[in-house]
Nanobody, 116 residues
Framework: QVQLVESGGGSVQAGGSLRLSCAAS????????MSWYQQAPGRQREFVAS???????KYANYVKGRFTIILFNDEKPVTVQLNNQKPQDSGVYFC??????????WGQGTQVTVSS
């Protein structure tokens, strides 16, 4: 079992930046991939970015060039840098940990609000 705690959310104006972190505890040696998802009001949770233990990254098209996910290890949290933010980036951001057997763990989420 993996426990996840997000931090770093807040309010910014359009064009601003935030850095979100996700601390993992428990069976962290089982984690194969860590991901971030966004849930905007009235919408389903959507994929934002992911990184594997080997450092392979993947991004949703709408964040490419603006968001950067940083390599993690067992001691340090995974971090995503959100730059040049837009109002549509607002929502609750969730951290997700996936094992090689596709077992999933979720954090409680952190709120991001981008004003125009």
């Amino acid at each position: 079992q993996v426990q996840l705690v997000e931090s770093g959310g807040g309010s910014v104006q359009a064009g601003g930046s935030l850095r979100l972190s996700c601390a993992a505890s428990g069976a962290t040696d089982t984690i194969h991939r860590m991901s971030w998802y966004q849930q905007a009001p009235g919408r389903q949770r959507e994929f934002v970015a992911s990184i594997t233990r080997g450092g392979r990254t993947k991004y949703a098209n709408y964040v490419k060039g603006r968001f950067t996910i940083i390599l993690f290890n067992d001691e340090k949290p995974v971090t995503v840098q959100l730059n040049n933010q837009k109002p549509q980036d607002s929502g609750v951001y969730f951290c997700n940990a996936g094992s090689a057997l596709d077992l999933q763990s979720w954090g409680q989420g952190t709120q991001v609000t981008v004003s125009s």
